[in-house]
Protein backbone atom coordinates (compact mmCIF):
# COMPACT_ATOMS: atom_id res chain seq x y z
CA UNK A 1 0.00 0.00 0.00
CA UNK A 2 1.31 3.60 -1.10
CA UNK A 3 1.94 5.86 1.43
CA UNK A 4 3.06 9.34 1.50
CA UNK A 5 3.14 11.32 4.61
CA UNK A 6 3.86 15.10 5.11
CA UNK A 7 5.00 16.49 8.04
CA UNK A 8 6.46 19.99 9.49
CA UNK A 9 4.07 22.59 8.22
CA UNK A 10 2.62 25.15 11.00
CA UNK A 11 1.77 29.09 11.46
CA UNK A 12 5.33 30.86 10.72
CA UNK A 13 5.95 34.79 11.00
CA UNK A 14 7.23 36.20 7.72
CA UNK A 15 11.17 35.72 7.89
CA UNK A 16 10.90 32.18 9.50
CA UNK A 17 11.90 28.68 8.46
CA UNK A 18 9.57 25.43 8.22
CA UNK A 19 11.29 22.12 7.14
CA UNK A 20 8.76 19.63 6.10
CA UNK A 21 9.39 16.67 5.81
CA UNK A 22 7.29 13.36 3.47
CA UNK A 23 7.74 9.88 4.78
CA UNK A 24 7.13 7.20 2.18
CA UNK A 25 6.49 3.22 2.38
CA UNK A 26 5.02 0.98 -0.08
CA UNK A 27 6.85 2.29 -3.33
CA UNK A 28 10.42 1.85 -4.74
CA UNK A 29 11.51 4.91 -3.34
CA UNK A 30 14.89 5.17 -4.77
CA UNK A 31 13.69 4.44 -8.52
CA UNK A 32 11.37 8.28 -8.38
CA UNK A 33 12.23 11.63 -8.64
CA UNK A 34 11.12 13.17 -5.57
CA UNK A 35 8.81 16.57 -5.66
CA UNK A 36 7.07 19.06 -3.50
CA UNK A 37 4.09 20.36 -4.85
CA UNK A 38 1.77 23.55 -3.34
CA UNK A 39 -2.11 24.83 -3.53
CA UNK A 40 -3.59 27.81 -2.22
CA UNK A 41 -6.89 28.26 -1.57
CA UNK A 42 -8.70 28.93 -4.78
CA UNK A 43 -5.00 28.60 -7.14
CA UNK A 44 -3.70 25.63 -8.76
CA UNK A 45 -1.47 22.89 -7.72
CA UNK A 46 1.97 24.42 -8.21
CA UNK A 47 5.44 22.35 -8.75
CA UNK A 48 7.82 23.96 -5.77
CA UNK A 49 10.67 22.03 -6.18
CA UNK A 50 12.19 18.32 -7.64
CA UNK A 51 15.35 16.23 -6.23
CA UNK A 52 16.50 13.32 -8.62
CA UNK A 53 17.10 9.62 -7.75
CA UNK A 54 20.22 10.56 -6.50
CA UNK A 55 19.85 13.51 -5.06
CA UNK A 56 22.55 15.95 -6.77
CA UNK A 57 20.34 17.29 -8.94
CA UNK A 58 17.58 20.01 -7.99
CA UNK A 59 15.34 22.14 -9.22
CA UNK A 60 12.81 25.43 -7.77
CA UNK A 61 10.22 27.68 -8.77
CA UNK A 62 11.41 30.95 -9.39
CA UNK A 63 9.69 32.10 -6.62
CA UNK A 64 11.42 29.82 -4.23
CA UNK A 65 14.50 29.70 -5.79
CA UNK A 66 17.54 30.84 -3.12
CA UNK A 67 15.05 30.57 -0.19
CA UNK A 68 13.78 26.76 -0.36
CA UNK A 69 16.20 23.42 -0.51
CA UNK A 70 14.91 20.10 -1.15
CA UNK A 71 16.78 16.95 -0.39
CA UNK A 72 16.45 12.67 -0.03
CA UNK A 73 17.25 10.28 2.15
CA UNK A 74 17.15 6.97 0.14
CA UNK A 75 18.13 5.15 3.03
CA UNK A 76 15.22 6.06 5.67
CA UNK A 77 12.71 6.70 2.10
CA UNK A 78 12.26 10.37 3.16
CA UNK A 79 12.38 13.48 1.27
CA UNK A 80 12.43 16.69 3.09
CA UNK A 81 12.09 21.12 2.08
CA UNK A 82 13.95 23.43 3.82
CA UNK A 83 11.93 26.94 3.82
CA UNK A 84 13.67 29.84 4.59
CA UNK A 85 12.71 33.32 4.53
CA UNK A 86 9.23 32.17 4.35
CA UNK A 87 6.90 34.76 3.07
CA UNK A 88 3.01 35.14 3.70
CA UNK A 89 2.53 34.23 -0.27
CA UNK A 90 3.97 30.92 0.49
CA UNK A 91 1.01 30.22 2.64
CA UNK A 92 -0.14 26.73 1.08
CA UNK A 93 -0.70 23.18 1.38
CA UNK A 94 2.51 21.26 0.71
CA UNK A 95 2.40 18.15 -0.71
CA UNK A 96 4.99 15.87 -1.82
CA UNK A 97 5.16 13.29 -4.62
CA UNK A 98 6.74 10.37 -6.33
CA UNK A 99 7.46 10.86 -10.39
CA UNK A 100 6.25 7.32 -11.26
CA UNK A 101 3.27 6.78 -8.53
CA UNK A 102 -0.02 8.13 -9.07
CA UNK A 103 -0.88 9.00 -5.36
CA UNK A 104 -1.17 12.37 -2.94
CA UNK A 105 -1.02 12.24 0.28
CA UNK A 106 -2.82 14.72 2.58
CA UNK A 107 -0.46 17.14 2.68
CA UNK A 108 1.02 19.44 5.34
CA UNK A 109 -0.26 23.12 5.63
CA UNK A 110 2.22 26.37 5.76
CA UNK A 111 0.66 29.68 6.98
CA UNK A 112 2.56 32.57 6.53
CA UNK A 113 1.22 35.31 9.03
CA UNK A 114 2.39 37.74 11.72
Known amino acids: QVQLVESGGGLVQPGGSLRLSCTTS????????MSWYRQAPGKERELVAS????????SYAGSVKGRFSISRDNAVNTVYLQMNSLKPEDTAMYYC???????WGQGTQVTVSS
Open 97 to 103: KAALVDY
Open 26 to 33: GFAFRDNI
Open 51 to 58: VSITGVAR
